[in-house]
């Protein structure tokens, strides 16, 4: 193989600032990039003049929950979340469809959205052991061709009120997660003290991040957030965990979430959200401004505990704008850094972005601007993966 077999040219790509664009990619990596030449290649993708914006990050997903591949199923949980948890017990270990099938056919539509990187929560739980994770982390190897899959072992129905579950996130990491998680150490537990030792002492020993998911309401979920900070800080792990959701940060004074804000920046803890329905969501503005890294992800799609989603991050790009009540072009770009380079930073994502140097993640779609993809979300027209083709015109290659 020569090599201009090995370099491909995408010609007639938009970058708003710029004009028409190319890009040539070789071995899946950026070689050049800027205004168009007219060039040839053997290998030239003629990408319409359409803008091209860089692959996409869903921070916070649940592939192994995720009911895609059945029929569609009436959504069967109550309103309390403690419901929710035991409709889980209930429901997943039967599905007659298995984890990694769903989990494949939602990474598709992921994929066909344009998402380059996933962070994913798996259960971690006595009735089911370690079953969920086998499953994720082989379509994980299955699809690492097409797009990254960061795992967190979730401890879905808590940590201590559940014997067994300690020595469980234990056993996840070494069998290949990548981060431990928790869960309203107050609220679902009622030993904060407890589980975040539990949590953290793990991620200190195995060397690994940590990502809670916090629901825990105004002070009682500030609470918490304290404990995590402190703790973040006393074993040096800034810029490596996340709170996931802190729905808290929305429903507390605009002072005190200043000082919450100062207390996060400080601490180097990132901030997930979903814009959630039921909730308020994390002031964006307030965050970013202290120096917060706040990243989204989809979080449930169509599974047990939400029947909405579309595995889209643009279209959540839009809701977290919405719920933010953003309408100006430079706060929509806001609501876009959340669902790329914000969700790289969060995730460690090494050479992310549109630059010569950095792995070929991209795609394209009929947009003029940043603002105008985010605000209709149209069908990506072309997915680029590692400098090859992954999906076409909404539908995964
Ligand atoms: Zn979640």
Redesign the pocket.
């Known amino acids: 193989m020569s090599a201009t077999d090995e370099t491909t040219l995408f010609a007639n790509g938009l970058l708003p600032q710029i004009g028409l664009i190319e890009i040539t990619v070789c071995n899946g990596r950026i070689v050049t990039i800027g205004k168009s030449t007219g060039q040839t290649n053997a290998n030239l993708v003629d990408l319409g003049g359409k803008l091209v914006l860089p692959g996409l990050v869903d921070g916070?997903m649940?592939l192994d929950k995720t009911l895609f591949g059945l029929p569609w199923t009436p959504h069967a949980a109550g309103p309390t979340r403690m419901s929710r948890i035991e409709t889980d017990k209930d429901v997943l270990p039967h599905l007659p469809v298995p984890a990694r099938r769903r989990a494949a056919l939602l990474l598709d539509r992921c994929i066909a959205n344009g998402t380059a990187h996933v962070r994913t929560?798996v259960d971690v739980r006595t009735d089911m052991g370690l079953s969920p994770l086998h499953e994720i982390l082989a379509v994980r190897e299955e699809y690492s061709d097409r797009v990254t899959v960061e795992i967190v072992a979730f401890p879905q129905a808590g940590v201590m009120r559940c014997a067994g579950v300690v020595d469980l996130l234990d056993a996840a990491i070494d069998a290949g997660a990548d981060l431990v998680g928790g869960i309203d150490p107050s609220v679902i537990d009622r030993d904060p003290k407890g589980q975040l030792d539990a949590v953290f002492e793990i991620a200190e020993r195995k060397g690994v991040g940590v990502d809670i998911?916090l629901h825990e309401p105004a002070e009682l979920g500030l609470f918490s957030l304290e404990e995590i900070c402190a703790r973040t800080k006393a074993l040096g792990l800034q810029g490596r965990v996340t709170v996931?959701h802190a729905f808290c940060l929305g429903m507390i004074s605009e002072g005190a979430a200043r000082d919450a804000a100062a207390l996060l920046a400080e601490a180097g803890v990132s901030i997930a959200t979903h814009g959630a329905g039921g909730s308020v969501i994390p002031p964006v503005l307030i965050l970013r401004e202290h120096g917060v890294n706040i990243f989204a992800g989809n979080?449930?799609v169509r599974d047990t505990w939400s029947p909405y989603g579309n595995a889209d991050m643009l279209e959540r790009a839009a809701i977290v704008g919405w719920k933010s009540d953003f309408s100006r072009d430079e706060h929509i770009a806001i609501a876009f850094d959340i669902v790329s380079s914000c969700g790289a930073k969060a995730l460690s994502i090494e050479g992310y972005g549109l630059a010569v140097g950095n792995r070929a993640n991209f795609f394209t779609i009929d947009a003029s601007c940043v603002a105008e993809a985010v605000g209709g979300h149209p069908a990506r027209s072309l997915v680029v993966h590692g400098g090859r083709i992954v999906a076409r015109e909404g539908v995964a290659a």
């Open positions: 916070h649940h929560h998911h996931s979080d449930n």
